[in-house]
T-cell receptor, first 114, second 114 residues
Framework: DTGVSQDPRHKITKRGQNVTFRCDPI?????LYWYRQTLGQGPEFLTY????????KSRLLSDRFSAERPKGSFSTLEIQRTEQGDSAMYLC????????????FGQGTRLTVV | AQSVTQLDSQVPVFEEAPVELRCNYS??????LFWYVQYPNQGLQLLLK??????LVKGINGFEAEFNKSQTSFHLRKPSVHISDTAEYFC????????????FGSGTQLTVLP
């Protein structure tokens, strides 16, 4: 399978703990996006990378959130000092650069903060 | 900035009946338009997209959508639905600038009844 893969699929953590999620995009895709989806809502943009450069961050991405994409391949999203409000599905997507190129989504990581 | 409104959160319809899922958007810039489908426990999958040209766009699984610039709408239609079409449907837009992240609506749950 050469789609977008995310790991883990589910994560339960205690409030205040740090968590890290991984996304492996489709190999030839140079753009990588992170979104967050809460129950009953559509995905909300968090941040995106073109190759290894993080080019835009949403105001939703507080200082507790950090994302990296070393070497322009896989990406990690870390949440420090998790809060109950961080409970959500975290989605990763990748695409080629041209305008209107399809974004391919992973199945997401469901985070539950207890 | 863009925003997307999906007017119906839930649409029940009987099998083999036609269906229309409504989507309106607002944007200060030109946009690309998308419909994604999300089946339970699966990632978002692109149904169709409008980039330019003909305002009637055909997608996978027999779906089509029509871009109406004057009404800022991009409604999704299918002439005859199947049980397997039961899923969450998301309308999304992206600006034609450099980032091109997607802004999603809140989704419409389509339930096809036997």
């Amino acid at each position: 399978d050469t789609g977008v893969s995310q790991d883990p699929r589910h994560k339960i953590t205690k409030r205040g703990q740090n968590v890290t999620f991984r996304c492996d995009p489709i190999s030839e895709h140079n753009r990588l996006y992170w979104y967050r989806q809460t129950l009953g809502q559509g995905p909300e943009f968090l941040t995106y990378f073109q190759n290894e450069a993080q080019l835009e961050k949403s105001r939703l991405l507080s200082d507790r959130f950090s994302a990296e994409r070393p070497k322009g391949s896989f990406s990690t999203l870390e949440i420090q000092r998790t809060e109950q409000g961080d409970s959500a599905m975290y989605l990763c997507a990748s695409s080629l650069a041209p305008a209107g190129a399809e974004a391919f989504f992973g199945q997401g990581t469901r985070l539950t903060v207890v | 900035a863009q925003s997307v409104t999906q007017l119906d959160s839930q649409v029940p319809v009987f099998e083999e009946a036609p269906v229309e899922l409504r989507c309106n958007y607002s944007s200060s810039v030109s946009v690309y338009l998308f419909w994604y489908v999300q089946y339970p426990n699966q990632g978002l999958q692109l149904l169709l997209k409008y980039l330019s040209g003909s305002t009637l766009v055909k997608g996978i699984n027999g779906f089509e959508a029509e871009f109406n610039k004057s009404q800022t709408s991009f409604h999704l239609r299918k002439p005859s639905v199947h049980i397997s079409d039961t899923a969450e449907y998301f309308c999304a837009v992206s600006g034609k600038g450099s980032a091109r992240q997607l802004t999603f609506g809140s989704g419409t749950q389509l339930t096809v009844l036997p």
